[in-house]
């Protein structure tokens, strides 16, 4: 385990196990239909691969990204979303499955599915693996959940503190020292 994390929250197994779980849940909902995954960078990567491989092979699946930052160094959101990167081509009239790591004061979510629905897609869906509901500022609706966590700050498969820990192959609670010091 990394010196810098307290305690492992979920480790790989459980991780693997919940993704096969969702993807085959969004299989069936999604069973024959065109749908645009758009993943939000940089910390849903690592879901994103997996979860774009449990969904399985019965859907026409288009890969897209954006790339929204509230975050900045900290462990607080800043409360304001920049657009970083757009997506590649346009939502009008698709079903799009937004795809997140974690749901926490939901600032993030709020803006990116009301901006999607905005564009004219025929479905918008979030299916975020984390959920913090104790810590939400602002509404959003989490159509599939992987877990709901409670308020630590978490990294690993994919979130960071400072841009670190998004390689650790389980999600794992930081010591607190790492971000008091
Ligand atoms: O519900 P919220 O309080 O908005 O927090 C959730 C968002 O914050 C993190 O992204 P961040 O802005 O840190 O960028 P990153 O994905 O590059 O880490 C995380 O990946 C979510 O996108
Ligand atoms: O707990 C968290 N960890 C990493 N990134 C985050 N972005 C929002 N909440 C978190
Ligand atoms: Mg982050």
Redesign the pocket.
Known sequence: MHNDVKEILLSEEQIATRVQELGAAIAVDYKDQEVVLVGVLK?AVVFYADIARAIGEDMDVKLDFMSCSS?GDGTTSTGVVRILKDLDRSVEGKHVLVVED?V?TGTTLHYLLDNLKARGAKSVRLVALLN?PERRKMPVHVDYVGFEVPDY???GYG???AEKYRQLKYIGILKEEVYQA
């Open positions: 910390g975050y974690i926490d913090k700050f978490v990294v979130l960071d503190y």
